[in-house]
């Protein structure tokens, strides 16, 4: 079972703070297909943040743009997200994603794509 470590979660103040969370994969995994950040706040519904796919394509949601960067470590199974510049509406809790191909040794180690999420870090930007 492949999971995912989270960390660098915090509070900044808003515009003056930065922070860059990072997401670990561990566990025997064949390859990436994607990781990705995505975020909750209180009351609203999950959202996408950033994704990075397995060739280093990214793609971000309009409100970070300019702002976030997500960034891979191929070697290490590792995602990071910069974020700049942050606001309070970036307030909540980030999750890491992952969308990964494992060896099924139920299923005569065949190929079989997964995913999984990571405990969320806290992000707070207040003054």
């Known amino acids: 079972q492949v999971q995912l470590v989270e960390s660098g979660g915090g509070l900044v103040q808003p515009e003056r703070g930065s922070l860059r969370l990072s997401c670990a994969a561990s566990?025997?995994?064949?390859?990436?297909?994607?990781m990705a950040w995505y975020r909750q706040a209180p009351g609203k519904q999950r959202e996408l943040v950033a994704r990075?796919?397995?060739?280093?394509?990214?793609n971000y949601a309009d409100s970070v743009k300019g702002r976030f960067t997500i960034s891979k470590d191929s070697d290490k199974n590792t995602v990071h997200l910069q974020m700049n510049s942050l606001k309070p509406e970036d307030t909540a809790v980030y999750y890491c994603?992952?969308?990964?191909?494992?060896?099924?040794?139920?299923?005569?180690?065949?190929?079989?794509?997964?995913?999984?999420w990571g405990q969320g870090t806290q992000v707070t930007v207040a003054s």
């Open positions: 566990g025997t995994i064949v390859s990436l297909n994607s």
């Open positions: 990075v796919s397995g060739s280093g394509g990214t």
């Open positions: 994603y992952a969308d990964y191909i494992q060896l099924d040794r139920i299923r005569d180690w065949r190929p079989v794509r997964r995913e999984t």
